[in-house]
């Protein structure tokens, strides 16, 4: 397969993804900021993040949709997908109250499933970012030959 032909599926994934989530939480964002109102180390926050959370996961996937803005978009996908694994991970590790974990499809995900998810995903956003990265170099080196 070529190299854009994979990138392009990653985007689409990572696009599915965030859009699905958002539009999830957005939905029911109710449910969604009581949820995190009961998570411990957050929950400070919760008004900020209630919005934070779909409003980044919205930009991202816009990111993703263009393609001179792709690689951008596939910086956002690892860094947010690497926030909420680590997020999982410490409540798992840390905390005396491990609260409901998010709405929709992944919603029947136990905690331990929906960290085996995130760092799939992260891992996939890395290699979205390895293959753009190195596609550029060539395309930068056969421009620089000619």
């Not at 970012?129 to 170099?137: G, R, T, W, Y």
Request: proline share 3%.
């Amino acid at each position: 397969m070529k190299t854009k032909t994979i990138t392009d599926a990653i985007n689409i994934l990572f696009i599915l993804l965030f859009i699905y989530a958002s539009v999830s939480k957005l939905m029911e964002y109710e449910v969604f900021k009581a949820q995190i109102g009961r998570s411990p180390f957050i929950m400070k926050y919760t008004d900020v993040i209630a919005w934070l959370i779909p409003a980044l996961e919205i930009l991202i996937a816009i990111l993703l949709f263009f393609p001179k803005l792709s690689l951008l978009g596939l910086y956002g996908s690892f860094s947010i997908m690497l926030l909420f694994t680590l997020y999982i991970v410490i409540i798992l590790k840390l905390s005396p109250y491990v609260p409901c974990s998010c709405g929709g499809i992944l919603n029947d995900m136990g905690w331990g499933e929906h960290l085996v998810f995130n760092i799939a995903f992260t891992i996939l956003a890395l290699v979205g970012i390895m293959l753009q990265v190195k596609d550029a170099k060539r395309k930068l080196t056969l421009t620089n030959a000619i």
